[in-house]
T-cell receptor, first 114, second 114 residues
Framework: AQSVTQLDSQVPVFEEAPVELRCNYS??????LFWYVQYPNQGLQLLLK??????LVKGINGFEAEFNKSQTSFHLRKPSVHISDTAEYFC????????????FGSGTRLQVQP | DTGVSQNPRHKITKRGQNVTFRCDPI?????LYWYRQTLGQGPEFLTY????????KSRLLSDRFSAERPKGSFSTLEIQRTEQGDSAMYLC????????????FGEGSRLTVL
């Protein structure tokens, strides 16, 4: 079975500052990794995904994430955040074969302050 | 709009009543998933279908919960004899049948049990 740990439940940051949202996973098999964003009263939207290949993955809205297999991490970063980035961010994992369902972390609320 | 559609968006009911939620996936997607999300938590997997076959059910899905996907198109999630602990956002997602098919989420159906 897989599990995902998002180490920070809330991350306050000032506008235009860089941010890193941490995600660690546990799995006995190879996995695919995802970051989703959820704005208030909206569904989850895919930010980026790691399937294979380059460990640095670029997504929408200027976000990127780096897959680190040795540390079983998939941290999300953005060099300069905007007020509009305020949202809940979820890291998720699924096996690369077999079971298709995603396992989500508990989420990190990014609060961008002016 | 050809995204995942969920109805109703909000449902308030009294304890003991039955409720049903409907999900219309993206038309070419043959996989459909139900998740439950409570306040401050990440989505938790409930069940998933490939076409009309229900291939996996979580232990979270008690006997009061039933999901169907007749003809492999839309899906319904019914909760019988609702309890206050059932109050949550119920999310539906769909994906294609490719190995790397990402999940596309609807905006969710929020259930409040009084």
């Amino acid at each position: 079975a897989q599990s995902v740990t998002q180490l920070d439940s809330q991350v306050p940051v000032f506008e235009e500052a860089p941010v890193e949202l941490r995600c660690n996973y546990s799995s006995s098999v190879s996995v695919y990794l995802f970051w989703y964003v959820q704005y208030p009263n909206q569904g989850l939207q895919l930010l980026l995904k790691y399937l294979s290949g380059s460990t640095l993955v670029k997504g929408i809205n200027g976000f990127e994430a780096e897959f680190n297999k040795s540390q079983t991490s998939f941290h999300l970063r953005k060099p300069s955040v905007h007020i509009s980035d305020t949202a809940e961010y979820f890291c998720a994992v699924r096996m690369d074969t077999g079971r298709r369902a995603l396992t989500f972390g508990s989420g990190t609320r990014l609060q961008v302050q002016p | 709009d050809t995204g995942v559609s969920q109805n109703p968006r909000h449902k308030i009911t009294k304890r003991g009543q039955n409720v049903t939620f409907r999900c219309d996936p993206i038309s070419e997607h043959n996989r459909l998933y139900w998740y439950r999300q409570t306040l401050g938590q990440g989505p938790e997997f409930l069940t998933y279908f490939q076409n009309e076959a229900q291939l996996e059910k979580s232990r979270l899905l008690s006997d009061r919960f039933s999901a169907e996907r007749p003809k492999g198109s839309f899906s319904t999630l019914e909760i019988q004899r609702t309890e206050q602990g059932d109050s949550a956002m119920y999310l539906c997602a769909s994906s294609s049948n490719t190995a790397t098919g990402e999940l596309f989420f609807g905006e969710g159906s929020r259930l409040t049990v009084l």
